[in-house]
């Protein structure tokens, strides 16, 4: 069975692949929403956060057939490739998966018109976006329980960052 989506909207921000690969912390920028669902964004303003699905539409069709991969984005932090753990797809958020798809948690600064400005964006200029959700108290979680291995990255990125870190296995 598949499925076919309509964006609702597109990431938009100006910045290269690269610099949102290399930026920990995401980018700022907004999502443009097309005109035909603009009224959906009616009282969305006050949320401090929002959940946006998108298609990561850069993956390739090679790219998709990945099930297991190592933590190569963490190679910035110093921590060297060979000492990563080789883990299951679907324990990551690598874009390297069956159904490209993603869910960031973005900071929403200000909504005008159509447009959605963001930080914290680690999407590519151009990303298909699928939904927009309010991120609520009814989704926090707050006893998580993490692997070995993805305890022992959260502890490497603070020692190199000098702080909690705000980044997924």
């Known amino acids: 069975?598949?499925?076919?989506?309509?964006?609702?909207?597109?990431?938009?921000?100006?910045?290269?692949?690269?610099?949102?690969?290399?930026s920990p912390g995401?980018?700022?920028?907004?999502?443009?929403?097309?005109?035909?669902?603009?009224?959906?964004?009616?009282?969305?303003?006050?949320?401090?956060?929002?959940?946006?699905?998108?298609?990561?539409?850069?993956?390739?069709?090679?790219?998709?057939?990945?099930?297991?991969?190592?933590?190569?984005?963490?190679?910035?932090?110093?921590?060297p490739i060979d000492d990563l753990p080789e883990v299951g797809v679907f324990a990551t958020d690598s874009p390297h998966r069956p159904n490209p798809i993603a869910i960031s948690i973005l900071k929403v600064n200000r909504i005008e018109g159509n447009r959605v400005?963001?930080?914290n964006l680690d999407l590519f200029d151009g990303t298909p976006v699928l939904d927009i959700k309010p991120y609520d108290r009814g989704r926090l979680v707050e006893d998580i329980k993490l692997p070995w291995w993805a305890e022992e990255l959260e502890r490497r990125i603070r020692e190199k960052l000098g702080k909690g870190p705000r980044i997924s296995p």
């Open 26 to 79: 995401g980018v700022p920028g907004y999502i443009e929403v097309v005109p035909e669902y603009a009224e959906g964004l009616l009282n969305l303003e006050g949320f401090s956060h929002i959940i946006v699905v998108s298609v990561l539409h850069k993956v390739g069709e090679a790219e998709r057939r990945v099930l297991r991969v190592r933590h190569r984005r963490l190679k910035r932090f110093g921590i």
């Open 1 to 22: 069975m598949e499925y076919c989506f309509k964006p609702i909207g597109f990431v938009r921000h100006g910045f290269s692949d690269e610099q949102v690969k290399e």
């Open 117 to 119: 400005y963001v930080e």
